[in-house]
């Protein structure tokens, strides 16, 4: 079975422009989570969404920052006007439910790494 | 959320068991204790996890005493692919919120 599928694998860009990073989650998986992770850091939590819907924004370092996830599968993390600042690994991961007696494990891709020239 | 302490870095010689410790002095009643692994240029890795007492899989072992105050992560002979960055989470039940510390670097040497 497949697992988390995130593109592109690198990305380099200049300031100033937009990128936007791809993730495929398992297929089934209802919650969805972006996270980022600088040189040698540990991960910073970005945003969750269980199916469509993100109920929790909080992470996002910007409003530069945007994702969306639609018919509850892909999800997309866009970032505008990119600074250098931005560089970093940009991981995802899936699980298959959050629920009141289960904590699903979380299932990441190998990430996006992002650089900013 | 539980906040979890763990040593920076360890390092190993292959064969040998490897312990890493984690304190959560703060955990709550329904949290439970997760531990992942994540190698270079890879995302992390579910390895275990438990409540209380041992938990054990093909992978490793989780101890957590009766205090639930801390645990042990057991990797019982290294490999020089066992090199890695060891994460402990405290994570509540319904939660989405994951938070990942720096974790632990480990190093295991031939």
């Known amino acids: 079975g497949a697992g988390v599928s995130q593109s592109p694998s690198n990305k380099v860009t200049e300031k100033g422009k937009d990128v936007e990073l791809r993730c495929d989650p398992i297929s089934g998986h209802t919650a969805l989570y972006w996270y980022r992770q600088s040189l040698g850091q540990g991960l910073e939590f970005l945003i969750y969404?269980?199916?469509?819907?993100?109920?929790?924004k909080s992470g996002l370092p910007s409003d530069r920052f945007s994702a969306e996830r639609t018919g509850g599968s892909v999800s997309t993390l866009t970032i505008q006007r990119t600074q250098q600042e931005d560089s970093a690994v940009y991981l995802c991961?899936?699980?298959?439910?959050?629920?009141?007696?289960?904590?699903?494990?979380?299932?990441f891709g190998n990430g996006t790494r992002l650089t900013v020239t | 959320l539980a906040k979890t302490t763990q040593p920076i870095s360890m390092d190993s010689y292959e064969g040998q068991e490897v312990n890493i410790t984690c304190s959560h002095n703060?955990?709550?009643?329904?949290?439970?204790i997760t531990w992942y692994q994540q190698f270079p240029s890879q995302g992390p890795r579910f390895i275990i996890q438990g409540y209380k007492t041992k938990v054990t899989n093909e992978v490793a072992s989780l101890f957590i005493p009766a205090d639930r105050k801390s645990s042990t992560l057991s990797l019982p002979r290294v490999s020089l692919s066992d090199t890695a960055v060891y994460y402990c989470?405290?994570?509540?039940?319904?939660?989405?919120?994951?938070?990942f510390g720096t974790g632990t670097r480990l190093k295991v040497l031939a």
């Open positions: 991961a899936s699980s298959l439910r959050q629920g009141a007696r289960e904590n699903s494990p979380l299932h």
């Open positions: 969404f269980q199916g469509n819907s993100a109920p929790d």
């Open positions: 703060n955990i709550a009643t329904n949290d439970y």
């Open positions: 989470l405290g994570t509540k039940l319904g939660t989405y919120k994951y938070i």
